[in-house]
């Protein structure tokens, strides 16, 4: 039995057939299409959409933000659901890359379909089309490649029988996930094929818990047996393979105890005893001085990215060696390590019982626990700065801690405040952070926000952002509105990067370019440039308010519950008070040669620093 379909038309019915399934959990694997239309996709996958409302069509402003929000959907799903996203041709596929670059870096899943010029050819350049002298064989689309887990061009109807299974599998492969890309050329959405009826069944996508090599986990439990100061540091894959649980038991049973990369924040609880808190450039003192110390490295589903590794300064240990449980042989080979590649919640399982009745000795219990108490008290104390208004980034993120729920979500991405919420924020729920860090993608924070709460619309979601995220993409406060989907934002306005500007003074520079100033015979240090965000916010239809001190930034963010509808709080906040770094370092190379001698300065220690940067 056959059905004439539309290629867009059979994708479509395609896409709302499929499940994924993990632990008896059966989840539908698209939850919608998000779009924005033109003369690519409008009459194809437009009106495929239109006559098929089991995809249900969200309107989006932006298509990168669109991409973002597909993708923290995924996140906030643990990679198990996901949102399909079409675009039309030419540049509403371009803008589609910088999402793509971020969903495939931080490993989750995102279906996009950019619409591509005609596969007939005779009517080309069709508007928006690239042209080359050298082949008709290439559109703006082959930008994807790079960036994409599976990439494919669908020149005839039937291909999609094949390339829809491939593209499936790669979306629901924890090891090979990311942007999977099917270019649609324009004519061919609109052409009909007889599809056969068996291809629309509903298919359910299993994924699976790998377990790794029995004689490698042997011989991981002999390593952490004979180990002295073992740390573990936890990352991503610890929350999307649900193993928070296994970890706290073996982290308890133990003794070893846990740092965790921004992706891993969250794996436990702050309080929980073995909890360290961050790792890395960003982290925190016991964090980087136990790893600097580590005879043994357990890394869990992290990517060792430089800001876990300080560089690869990190490990100072002559004779530290790294196991590594990840889902990704290509991860797990990585520092050299003993490769445990299976599923993370599987193998911490089967390393407890492999490694029975051992604990770390007490006097390294005495210093993790010691770390711990100690480090409270920082946070308190950079909580509590009180600085005069402009108040401090470390004191807005205390107060909106203090006031969001136990179980509501932080969603950031770019700028100062990564760091900072790494340090600092007491996440009390696994999916209670989420950050983008792996792209660390400026605009992520208020569209990634929007897919958190589509994924999860029974918590409340906290967007922290920076003024200069907010002014690259703040327009999805308009589709979040136009769905019902309340967010509480923080616009943090420090009237620049006061990240870069931080990192542009310790190279030895004087910030150029890092603040947002009028231009003032002939360069850019006149006065500060004012930009009314409530009003911005209100003219989008947000409810919005100015906050100036701490009990003013309470109670907005109290308004802000209670509201039903997206809520943008404003707050200056101070530009250079800055939360510290601690015992950790980050490469950033610096001029050779310059005439300023702050830079031969600042050139001369980064010089020394490099030296610890180990090779394993
Ligand atoms: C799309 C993109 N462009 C550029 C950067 C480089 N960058 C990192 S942070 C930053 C400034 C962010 O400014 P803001 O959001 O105000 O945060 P702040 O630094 O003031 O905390 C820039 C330009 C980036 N991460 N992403
Ligand atoms: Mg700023």
């Given at each position: ?7 867009a038309q059979a ?16 989840l ?18 437009g009106q495929?959409?239109e006559?098929?409302?089991?995809l ?10 669109m ?17 399909a996203?079409?675009?039309s041709?030419?540049p ?6 910088t999402g793509?670059?971020?969903a ?14 005609f596969a007939?050819?005779?009517v ?14 290439i559109?703006v689309?082959?930008?994807?490649k790079?960036?994409?887990?599976y990439?494919d061009?669908?020149?005839r ?10 593209a499936?599998?790669v979306?629901?492969?924890p090891?090979?996930?990311g942007?999977?890309v099917?270019s649609?050329p324009?004519?061919?959405q609109?052409e ?7 291809f629309?069944?509903?298919r359910i996508?299993h ?17 952490i047996?004979?180990a002295?100061?073992p740390l573990?540091?936890?990352g ?5 393979s ?6 706290s038991?073996?982290a ?22 073995q ?33 876990t590794?300080?560089?690869?300064t990190?490990?100072q240990?002559?004779?530290?060696r ?5 889902v ?6 990585k520092q050299?390590?003993?490769?445990l590649?299976?599923?993370?919640q599987?193998t911490l399982?089967e390393?407890?019982?492999a490694t029975?009745?051992?604990k ?12 711990q ?7 308190d104390?950079?909580?509590n700065l ?18 969001s729920?136990?179980?509501d979500?932080?969603?950031?991405a770019?700028?100062?405040l990564?760091g900072d919420?790494h340090k600092?924020w ?6 209670g ?17 929007l ?9 409340e979601v ?15 406060i ?5 769905e ?10 420090n009237?620049?990067f006061?990240?870069i500007?931080g ?5 030895g520079n004087?910030g150029?370019?890092?603040?947002y ?12 440039i004012?930009?009314?965000?409530v ?7 947000a ?6 001190t701490?009990d003013?930034?309470?109670e907005?963010?109290l ?5 039903p509808?997206?809520f ?7 530009y ?6 601690y015992?950790?370092w980050?490469d950033?190379?610096?001029?050779e ?5 702050s830079?031969?300065a600042a ?5 020394e ?8």
């Amino acid at each position: 039995m056959t059905t004439r379909l539309t290629t867009a038309q059979a994708i479509v019915r395609f896409l709302k057939n499929q499940f994924s399934e993990r632990d008896g959990r059966q989840l539908r694997l698209f939850e919608g299409c998000l779009g924005i239309f033109g003369h690519g996709n409008v009459a194809g996958i437009g009106q495929a959409l239109e006559q098929d409302p089991g995809l249900p069509y969200y309107l989006f402003r932006n298509e990168q933000a669109m991409v973002h929000t597909a993708t923290a959907f995924a996140k906030m799903s643990n990679r198990l659901r996901t949102l399909a996203c079409t675009s039309s041709i030419g540049p509403g596929a371009t803008n589609m890359i910088t999402g793509a670059a971020v969903a495939t870096i931080n490993r989750l899943p995102v279906l996009l379909l950019p619409g591509d010029i005609f596969a007939r050819r005779n009517v080309a350049p069709v508007l928006q089309q690239l042209e080359s002298a050298a082949t008709q064989d290439i559109s703006v689309n082959d930008c994807f490649k790079p960036v994409a887990r599976y990439w494919d061009r669908i020149e005839r109807p039937e291909q999609i029988l094949t390339a829809l299974p491939a593209a499936m599998r790669v979306l629901t492969s924890p090891a090979d996930t990311g942007a999977v890309v099917l270019s649609l050329p324009q004519d061919v959405q609109a052409e009909a094929f007889a599809y056969p009826d068996n291809f629309f069944e509903e298919r359910i996508w299993h994924v699976a818990r790998a377990r790794c090599d029995a004689q490698f986990l042997q011989q991981a439990a002999q390593w952490i047996r004979s180990a002295k100061q073992p740390l573990i540091i936890a990352g991503g894959g610890v929350i999307y393979s649900e193993a928070t649980e296994a970890l706290s038991s073996f982290a308890a049973q133990t003794g070893i105890p846990v740092a965790e990369t921004q992706a891993g924040k969250g794996s436990l609880p702050y309080n929980h005893p073995q909890a360290l808190g961050a790792i890395g450039v960003t982290g925190t003192p016991g964090a980087n001085l136990l790893a600097r110390e580590a005879d043994l490295i357990i890394g869990i589903g992290t990517r060792y990215s430089d800001f876990t590794t300080a560089s690869q300064t990190a490990f100072q240990n002559p004779s530290v060696r790294f196991i590594n449980i990840n889902v990704s042989e290509f991860d797990a080979g990585k520092q050299s390590a003993l490769p445990l590649v299976g599923d993370a919640q599987m193998t911490l399982k089967e390393l407890a019982c492999a490694t029975q009745g051992l604990k770390v000795s007490p006097s390294y219990a005495e210093c993790v626990a010691n770390f711990q108490t100690t480090w409270e008290t920082e946070v308190d104390r950079l909580h509590n700065l009180n600085c005069h208004p402009p108040i401090s980034q470390g004191e807005v993120i205390g107060i909106v801690n203090e006031i969001s729920g136990p179980r509501d979500v932080l969603v950031c991405a770019a700028g100062s405040l990564p760091g900072d919420l790494h340090k600092m924020w007491r996440t009390r729920d696994p999916k209670g952070y989420h950050l983008e860090y792996g792209y660390s993608c400026m605009g992520y924070e208020i569209c990634g926000g929007l897919g958190v709460k589509m994924a999860a619309p029974d918590r409340e979601v906290y967007v922290m952002v920076g003024d200069g995220s907010y002014l690259m993409m703040a327009q999805e406060i308009v589709t979040a509105l136009q769905e019902g989907y309340k967010l509480n934002l923080v616009v943090l306005d420090n009237h620049g990067f006061s990240s870069i500007g931080g990192l542009t003074r310790a190279c030895g520079n004087r910030g150029m370019g890092t603040e947002y100033r009028y231009r003032n015979n002939g360069k850019l240090d006149g006065d500060l440039i004012p930009v009314d965000f409530v009003a911005n916010a209100e003219s989008l239809g947000a409810n919005a308010v100015r906050a100036v001190t701490r009990d003013d930034l309470k109670e907005a963010l109290l308004a802000a519950k209670k509201s039903p509808k997206t809520f943008v709080v404003v707050i200056e906040t101070a530009y250079d008070q800055r939360v510290p770094g601690y015992e950790s370092w980050w490469d950033v190379p610096i001029a050779e040669v310059s005439e300023a001698a702050s830079v031969r300065a600042a050139r001369a220690k980064y010089v020394e620093a490099v030296k610890k940067e180990r090779v394993f």
